[in-house]
């Protein structure tokens, strides 16, 4: 939904810019204005996205836009590179401590961020690398939570230490230190109640804690669903408590996940794992650049503008020789199936057509008018070919027409129609012959699959 | 204005205080720091409000009625928009006089959303005030998937002093549904609250089981009244607009609670959902001692959204 408003408005407002060389200042600003809504929606801090777009606007100016791309593209291809940079551009490992030293890690986050879940999760990774963990039930205030967590560590086959809520946690904590040195434990995690952040009492508990054992690693768990509040929730246990990486939670869900930029920009600190889902196995690795994809909301158009960079898979040979034959009107059925490849292969005509400068076609257009069903008829038409009446189409007389037909399962109105076509591209290829310049898949016409209305 | 009323609004505003110093701080910036209006003000206001989490449609909706309203009346100076704007949300935000009418019915109070936003807390607090004006209640708890989530509302429920429906952990949630609503008719109970799992609105068979229970509520008890609140977070962002809709598509929702209001966070959402979506506020939590969850006021909300003074912009 978000994505193709996004692409939509920034196909609208390029419409009528020819790809060109440089970015301007204006083709800058005006595709920024539209990539800084996106960021909004997907709630990404208002001062972390004024920021992060004038960084961008600074870099954009004056870049040279690829072929293949207009300026909002590549404007858009800028901003996902500094999207992915900021968010650290690799997946950071949590750190545990060294040897066989016990290392402590401390949960800390908001009410319903999805701690007590996310701690039996973690705990089932670290079980994986055959570490020894232990679940340390720190939150005393809300009912239940220590059973909860008894029965997530029961199902993780991990065990759980608890003292019953009449003790400080900080006591609890020390507790479960000496029962883990005990029992051979050599990574205990801290449960701790879910805060306010400007609950001055409760961001003390974490102090105090912190302050009487040494935490290793303290974990924010962040909602991923969080609004604009999320920076002020990161920098405030960050400034009070030291945060050392950062759990997303709930990113199952559609949210777009803006906060994750948010936190990662106020904070400086990793996101180390993303919450899944409710199976305690849901928890995985953080890529910075899947993220930057989904807050900006353009996953296919990102995907195509990759591809576009890295230019469409043509042997350059083979390419120059299919485009001198087009000039001369020349290209025959083979040239027709390999460019029908290509464009399969980056994603579908629907999103190339999108994607070509200058064609100002919306997507849900393009999504009614393209008929993948139809193009996969006259690919079987070309298929019912030899390969000799592939190379020469002239070849095609009626009792062979009516076996492609029949090989094709189409009618022979419909192969006759659809050679006529071709042949009229041909012909439009001979008249184009002295602009031919480089085209996106080699076939600016791609006429002979019926499909000419649609330009 | 009478003693709980005053209360009231000092407890929200206190609730509110820090939402105050962000977001209002900022748009009475906004207000003195222009001399004319004109389109960087116009921005900069727009910019304060999706700050506010409003979210970026429902704030081009407000500030369309500001900009017509300051055409119409032919407003010079930037501070008197701020009256416009306030009661420009104040206006929209406005709960009907027959939003609570469920209170004084045979209800059943069927309380859904994601995971992590405080429904069990909710409810128990919900269940609360309805003992407290002297109704009969029962609570339904049909989570029966996560861990230790019955004990929880037990406590809640030992708390308010109410009853409640249970089963295991794992079995299907829609027979605790099934055995609350007969059990209600049997004791002749006024308002059954059934408290459910929390649920990512993207997930269809966990939809799917929403909707079956339901079914079973106007099955079993068609004449009940029904109410159907959704529990956001007043902590998320824009997602809260998809949940409201997803969740609108399973049951009809009647209404929403707003919850973690204490913090920092505005809850300009429920703006941004009152705006697109016509499903009004009707509770707020600001806090977790058990009282701590409160109608609805548009007023005193925007008020101490906004750190309007009492008596500011009397309404004419």
């Known amino acids: 939904m978000a994505f193709e408003s996004l692409s939509d408005k920034l196909q609208n407002v390029f419409k009528n810019l020819r790809a060109k060389g440089r970015l301007t200042e204006e083709d800058v600003k005006v595709a920024l204005k539209e990539v800084k809504m996106a960021l909004l929606e997907a709630d990404v801090n208002f001062k972390v996205v004024k920021q992060f777009v004038k960084s961008v606007e600074e870099r954009a100016i004056g870049q040279d836009v690829m072929s293949g791309l207009n300026p909002g593209q590549m404007v858009v291809k800028i901003v996902h590179e500094e999207l992915i940079s900021l968010m650290g551009s690799d997946t950071t490992e949590m750190k545990l401590a060294p040897g066989q030293q016990t290392t402590v890690i401390m949960m800390a986050g908001l009410q319903g961020a999805g701690k007590t879940t996310t701690t039996a999760k973690i705990a089932g990774k670290l079980k994986q690398k055959s570490k020894k963990p232990l679940l340390v039930a720190c939150d005393i205030y809300r009912p239940a939570a220590i059973e909860q967590l008894h029965i997530n560590g029961e199902k993780q086959g991990v065990d759980v230490f608890s003292m019953g809520t009449g003790h400080k946690p900080v006591d609890i904590a020390k507790a479960a230190l000496e029962h883990a040195s005990k029992n051979g434990h050599n990574v205990v995690i801290l449960d701790t109640a879910g805060r306010l952040h400007i609950d001055e009492a409760m961001m003390a508990e974490l102090q105090e804690i912190k302050a009487c054992i040494t935490v290793h690693q303290t974990l924010l768990v962040v909602d991923a669903m969080t609004g604009q509040d999320a920076v002020n929730v990161a920098k405030e246990f960050n400034e009070k408590v030291g945060v050392d990486g950062i759990v997303l939670s709930k990113m199952d869900g559609d949210t777009r996940g803006g906060a994750a930029l948010s936190v990662k920009a106020v904070t400086g600190k990793p996101i180390l794992f993303v919450g899944m889902g409710e199976k305690l196995s849901d928890l995985e690795q953080f890529y910075p650049d899947r993220m930057a994809s989904r807050i900006l909301g353009m996953g296919d158009v990102l995907t195509l503008i990759e591809k576009a960079a890295e230019n469409i898979d043509i042997d350059e040979a083979k390419e120059k020789d299919m485009m001198s034959r087009m000039k001369k009107g020349k290209f025959d059925f083979e040239d027709y199936l390999e460019s029908m490849k290509q464009m399969r292969n980056m994603g579908g005509l629907g999103s190339i057509l999108g994607m070509l400068p200058g064609m100002g076609i919306k997507a849900a257009d393009l999504e009614n008018a393209i008929d993948e069903k139809q193009m996969k008829r006259t690919e079987a038409i070309v298929l019912s070919m030899t390969p000799a009446e592939r190379k020469n189409p002239k070849l095609l007389n009626p009792s062979r027409k009516h076996r492609i037909a029949k090989g094709a399962g189409v009618d022979i109105a419909v192969v006759n129609r659809f050679i006529k076509q071709f042949e009229q591209s041909q012909k439009m290829m001979k008249q184009f012959s002295g602009m031919g310049k480089r085209g996106f898949g080699g076939f600016p016409g791609m006429g002979g699959r019926g499909g000419r209305k649609y330009f | ?316």
Not at chain 2, 21 to 28: A, K
Not at chain 2, 141 to 150: E, F, G, I, M, V
Not at chain 2, 305 to 311: M, P, R
Request: with cysteine; glycine share 8%.
């Open chain 2, 1 to 316: 204005m009478g003693e709980e009323k005053k209360g009231f609004f000092a407890r929200l505003k206190a609730g509110l205080a820090k939402t105050r110093n962000n977001i209002v701080h900022g748009i009475d910036q906004v207000f003195s720091g222009y001399s004319d209006i004109d389109n960087d003000f116009y921005e900069e206001l727009e910019e304060r409000l999706i700050m506010g989490d409003i979210g970026v449609n429902a704030t081009s909706e407000i500030m369309e009625r500001v900009r017509e309203s300051v055409k119409t009346l032919q407003i010079k100076v930037p501070w008197q928009c701020k009256k416009l704007l306030i009661n420009s949300i104040k206006e929209q935000m406005q709960v009907q006089e027959t939003a609570y009418d469920f209170e004084n019915k045979k209800s059943v109070i069927f309380v859904i959303g994601v995971n992590g936003v405080g429904k069990t807390t909710s409810v128990g607090k919900l269940a609360y005030n309805l003992k407290a004006s002297g109704r009969k209640v029962l609570i339904a708890a049909a989570d029966t998937y996560r861990a230790a989530a019955n004990d929880q509302l037990r406590e809640w429920a030992n708390r308010a002093g109410v009853d409640m429906i249970s089963s295991k952990e794992g079995t299907d949630p829609a027979s605790v549904v099934f055995d609350a609503v007969s059990a209600a008719k049997a004791r002749n109970v006024d308002v059954l609250i059934c408290d459910t799992a929390g649920r990512l609105h993207n997930r269809k068979n966990l939809m799917e089981e929403l909707k079956k229970m339901n079914r079973i509520i106007d099955r079993e008890f068609p004449d009940a009244h029904r109410e159907n609140l959704i529990v956001l977070d007043g902590t998320t962002g824009q997602n809260a607009l998809v949940q409201a809709k997803e969740f609108g598509s399973v049951t009809d929702l009647t209404g929403i609670i707003l919850t973690k209001l204490d913090g920092t966070a505005k809850g300009g959402i429920a703006v941004a959902i009152q705006s697109e979506l016509k499903v009004p506020v009707k509770y707020i939590g600001v806090g977790e001692g058990i009282e701590d969850l409160q109608k609805f006021d548009s007023n005193a909300f925007v008020n101490a959204l906004f750190e309007v003074q009492d008596g500011e912009f009397e309404e004419d």
